[in-house]
């Protein structure tokens, strides 16, 4: 078994971008946690290390977020993370500094899309995406400006499914829907627009494309 990291390296694990993963720490902390597999070091200038998945677990374990939530939390132990909509606590400051997180928040996802994907192409979404599908829709959609649903107000909610790599984007204004769908598929994913059997209420399915 890999031995765990030790305590030193666990605060540089800690103290990682919460979104692009990267890291900052002394050369032989990073060359450590390269050679456990817990980062990597980008091949181009200016030759950033970053987290690898394994890396991200570590960090999120000791975080506890939870796993794709049906109404995640605005943030865990203060770190950002996208509304998803619906969450249980009173609704939260939409104002100025909650704008500058997000906007910081997208620009440094897109940042981590150019260092990740080949090609540095920023128009698909890269791996953290597709490991984080409900918190990545909901980031692309609150960096666009879309208002997630509060505890009492309507609004975008984004869902975990059963279908591997698909989100369900809820929003029960048609229109707003529809701005949805565009929004994510200007972000890289693939939209497509059904109907509950049950409820007849539309809503959307959302996948992060590869091509």
């Not at 949805?180 to 939209?191: F, M, Y």
Request: some cysteine; hydrophobic content about 35%; proline content about 10%.
């Amino acid at each position: 078994m890999t031995r765990p990291p030790t305590a030193a390296q666990r605060r540089v694990i800690d103290a990682a971008d919460p979104v692009t993963g990267r890291l900052r720490g002394t050369e032989t902390q990073l060359t450590a946690l390269v050679k456990r597999g817990l980062a990597f070091r980008h091949p181009r200038p200016p030759h950033d290390h970053f987290l690898t998945p394994a890396g991200h677990r570590i960090r999120e374990a000791a975080a506890q977020p939870p796993p794709e939530p049906a109404a995640g939390a605005s943030a865990t132990a203060g770190v950002f993370a996208a509304r998803v909509g619906g969450e249980d606590e009173p609704d939260a400051d939409p104002g100025p500094a909650r704008a500058r997180e997000v906007h910081s928040a997208w620009q440094g996802l897109l940042e981590l899309r150019r260092m990740t994907n080949p090609g540095g192409a920023t128009g698909l979404p890269c791996g953290w995406e597709r490991a984080h599908l409900v918190r990545a829709a909901a980031l692309a959609l609150e960096a666009a400006g879309h208002r997630p649903a509060g505890r009492d107000t309507d609004g975008y909610r984004v869902r975990a499914t059963p279908q591997p790599e698909a989100v369900a984007v809820h929003e029960p204004d048609g229109e707003a829907l529809r701005a949805c769908a565009l929004t994510l598929e200007k972000a890289g994913w693939q939209v497509g627009e059904h109907t509950e059997s049950r409820t007849r209420a539309r809503y959307l399915l959302a996948s992060p494309r590869r091509v």
